[in-house]
Nanobody, 119 residues
Framework: QVQLVESGGGLVQPGGSLRLSCAAS????????MGWYRQAPGKQRELVAA???????NYASNVEGRFTISRDFAKDTVSLQMNSLKPEDTAVYYC?????????????WGQGTQVTVSS
């Protein structure tokens, strides 16, 4: 059983900041990428940022320079610091764990946390 617990969503004004956190537990893949996706109403789920098995961060072009992803390999946690938030960042944000190597194909999702950017 794998569990991903997210926290940190909420309502913020344009230009503000929020920090999302995700703690993963259970029978996790030994090698795994961890990251964040988001889904806005009427749109497909999209990658926001992820950190690979060797710690390389990747960002969507529309958040690079504003968002920073970090990961604690020992604790199996991943965080997303979001600065200079825009109304178009409004979405449900999902934590993701994706297995690599022998565990490729194992993928897990959190329950989602709402981020609303509005004045």
């Amino acid at each position: 059983q794998v569990q991903l617990v997210e926290s940190g969503g909420g309502l913020v004004q344009p230009g503000g900041s929020l920090r999302l956190s995700c703690a993963a537990s259970g029978s996790l893949p030994r090698l795994k990428a961890m990251g964040w996706y988001r889904q806005a109403p009427g749109k497909q789920r999209e990658l926001v940022a992820a950190i690979t098995v060797i710690g390389t961060p990747n960002y969507a072009s529309n958040v690079e320079g504003r968002f920073t992803i970090s990961r604690d390999f020992a604790k199996d946690t991943v965080s997303l610091q979001m600065n200079s938030l825009k109304p178009e960042d409004t979405a449900v944000y999902y934590c993701n764990v994706a297995g690599s190597g022998w565990d490729a194909g194992r993928e897990y999702w959190g329950q989602g946390t709402q981020v609303t950017v509005s004045s």
